[in-house]
């Protein structure tokens, strides 16, 4: 990924944020035997304390254990690729030239060698990962409700566990423009338009107030 120091982000709690709000990753491998290998899963972020201590997050997630063979999972690094807010920037909401379309964004790419967990952790794994997305209900939802059928289910479900050798996070939110465009961007994203995008109209804010 093309990194410039004015989109760069080395904020380690940005990091488990954009996790936690945009848990739907793309996982990559590149394998001796069948090549890229690409798949798409949800990920955690890991609280219990693992690694070196050096603050870096580390990362749950959990694969169809076919689809963890084809990776190779374990065996060698791997990628996974998390993607917050992003659209779509039109030349027409800057309201002067010269400017031409762009996309502005949010990105964590993870890198490291997953760890490939026994059965009863891949289960936590799952029971942790419906905890994550039904928390916002009044009354969630719990997988010990079917425990019978999803600990059967389970088995053929591989977890892993991933703590980051490498972490390269960008946000491009129009730093390189003034305050009052980046404003008129954000109120155009805010817009009923085809392109609207509150949810990067509000990092754009919040990039502009950080010092």
């Known amino acids: 990924m ?13 990091m488990r944020d954009l996790t936690r709000a945009h ?20 990920v955690l972020v890991d609280d219990a304390p693992h690694g070196t201590g050096d603050g870096v997050p580390t ?3 959990h694969l ?3 689809d963890a063979e084809a990776h190779e999972l374990g065996s060698h690094e791997v990628v996974i690729v998390l993607q917050g807010p992003h659209g779509y920037i039109s030349p027409r909401w800057y309201e002067e030239t010269p400017h031409v379309p762009t996309w502005n964004f949010t990105v964590l790419h993870v890198h490291g060698r997953p760890e490939v967990l026994d059965p009863a952790d891949t289960y936590d794994v799952l029971s942790a990962t419906v905890d994550h997305f039904e928390d916002r209900f009044p009354e969630p939802w719990r997988l010990a409700r079917v425990e019978t059928y999803a600990h059967r289910i389970a088995a053929a479900v591989t977890g892993f566990r991933l703590s980051a050798t490498k972490v390269t996070a960008k946000a491009k939110l129009s730093q390189d423009e003034s305050e009052d465009i980046v404003l008129r961007l ?12 509150p949810e990067l109209a509000r990092a754009m804010r919040d990039t502009r107030r950080k010092p």
């Open 59 to 61: 990362f749950l997630g």
């Open 23 to 42: 848990p739907w990753a793309t996982l990559i491998s590149h394998t001796p035997h069948r090549g890229l290998v690409v798949s798409h899963l949800p």
């Open 2 to 14: 093309l990194q410039q120091e004015i989109f760069r982000v080395d904020d380690l709690g940005w």
């Open 64 to 66: 169809a254990r076919t």
């Open 186 to 197: 954000a109120d155009a994203l805010d817009s009923d338009g085809p392109y609207a995008g």
